[in-house]
């Protein structure tokens, strides 16, 4: 495997499941993210991970955990979700450095999460 | 807070012609970074082109080039010889420069079809 993955592809849940979604970075990177892509709405940045500490949670619901266990890999947890978590997340990752130099952020193919 | 405006939710073109998708943004910073991605149908982000925005000079890559206006806040890219590949949501994303945010901010996306 090469590049960001992401397991599964497509996900249907109830509302009282269960469930995590897996991203795997293959490129040796030290900073990972998730994202939720919902229909006609901006990419939103839910967390990011820098050398496995988490360093933003931006203002997501709790019923979405995040787990770090490692610099390549990155779960986000699912439990009691509402069908508004409907969406496509994506997961992506870089190399972050403490210059001020740009690093580019490779994103994985995405999990489809239905809710219903 | 920065914001990144896409004003064309919809653009078609005609292969083998010259598009050119818009993008304004808000900041009040003075040194970042500005993207194009694009996300075909198989939903991975592949980032197209980048800008900095201390280099007045537009950035190109191949058939891709942005018309960068600073002090207008605009950020365009023009495809030039349109293929059908081509054909996918473009989105513009904006970062800050340096520090440790790494947080990339997205516009809504402009979904670009391409005619045969």
């Known amino acids: 495997e090469t590049g960001v993955t992401q397991t599964p592809r497509h996900l249907v849940m109830g509302m009282t499941n269960k469930k995590s979604l897996k991203c795997e970075q293959h490129?040796?990177?030290?900073?990972m993210y998730w994202y939720k892509q919902s229909a006609k709405k901006p990419l939103e940045l839910m967390f990011v991970y820098n050398f496995k500490e988490q360093t933003e949670n931006n203002s997501v619901p709790s019923r979405f955990s995040p787990e770090c266990p490692n610099s390549s890999h990155l779960f986000l947890h699912l439990h009691t979700l509402q069908p508004e978590d409907s969406a496509l997340y994506l997961c992506?990752?870089?190399?972050?450095?403490?210059?001020?130099?740009?690093?580019?952020?490779?994103f994985g193919p995405g999990t489809r999460l239905t809710v219903l | 807070a920065q914001t990144v405006t896409q004003s064309q939710p919809e653009m078609s073109v005609q292969e083998a012609e010259t598009v050119t998708l818009s993008c304004t943004y808000d900041t009040s910073e003075s040194d970042y970074y500005l993207f194009w991605y694009k996300q075909p149908p198989s939903r991975q982000m592949i980032l197209v082109i980048r800008q900095e925005a201390y280099k007045q000079q537009n950035a190109t890559e191949n058939r891709f080039s942005v018309n960068f206006q600073k002090a207008a806040k605009s950020f365009s890219l023009k495809i030039s010889d349109s293929q059908l590949g081509d054909a996918a949501m473009y989105f513009c994303?904006?970062?800050?420069?340096?520090?440790?945010?790494?947080?990339?901010?997205f516009g809504k996306g402009t979904l670009l079809t391409v005619n045969p």
């Open positions: 992506a990752s870089s190399q972050e450095t403490s210059t001020s130099s740009y690093n580019e952020q490779f």
């Open positions: 490129l040796g990177h030290n900073a």
């Open positions: 994303a904006y970062r800050t420069r340096g520090g440790s945010n790494y947080k990339l901010t």
